[in-house]
């Protein structure tokens, strides 16, 4: 069973006071308690989690039992900083990634390192919140950076990607429409430069066969 963070759960600081992580735990709480979300299987998951969360850190002898298990866990990690997943987190992460994009070599692309960011970035349970979370100005914002970052990949990493987006446009049919237009004009961009080359030799074969073939004639 892997080790939950649940100061990351709150959207506490390790070191936030007993106060602080009652307010955030209220504060959650009624963001996705059940009575405001019937049948909503994403908000009763993150209800459960917030409620676990604050069972262990709302009870200061359990929290000092728990951050020293923390501490193995998160040796060099930032006691000031602690962050809940949100719209705008997830949106900092793409604007983040296209960044360390633009800092690469063009030519020498870490695509392993891309595709395990976007693969965090679009996991189901990052769709469902946003979903959830319905703020249809981030999720906009959210695709387009994606399919900004498409751009340096190749066409096999497209589909499972364009799946994840129009899950997360949801009911726009323009969204849906865009992500569409644009996954193909990446695909076909990408066969064309995967094929430049070839066609380029088979045309320049061609035209000195043809010049061959009519100086030979005379």
Known sequence: MS???YYAVL??????????????????ALLYHP????????AAIRFR?????????????????????WRDHYPKANIAVAEETSPESILLKCRKLQQDIR??????????????ELNKILSDNT???????????????????????CAVLPNKNLPAIQ???????GNSQEEILII????????????????YPLLAFIIAAVVCAAIYFLSSKH
């Open 127 to 149: 769709i469902a919140l946003l979903v959830f979370h319905n703020d249809n100005n981030i999720n906009k914002n959210i695709i387009d950076h994606i399919l900004e970052i």
């Open 35 to 42: 009575d405001k979300n019937a049948e909503n299987e994403f």
């Open 11 to 28: 959207g506490v600081a390790p070191n936030a006071t007993q106060d602080d992580i009652k307010k955030n735990f209220r504060k959650l």
């Open 49 to 69: 989690e917030i409620q676990e969360a604050y069972e262990i850190l709302g009870d200061a002898e359990k929290r000092m039992i728990y951050n020293r298990v």
């Open 180 to 195: 569409q237009q644009k996954i193909k004009q990446l695909t076909y961009k990408n066969l064309w430069q995967q094929y």
């Open 103 to 116: 800092e690469m070599d063009a030519f020498r692309i870490n695509l392993r390192y891309v595709q395990a």
């Open 163 to 169: 799946k994840s987006l129009n899950k997360l446009a």
């Open 3 to 5: 080790f939950k963070n």
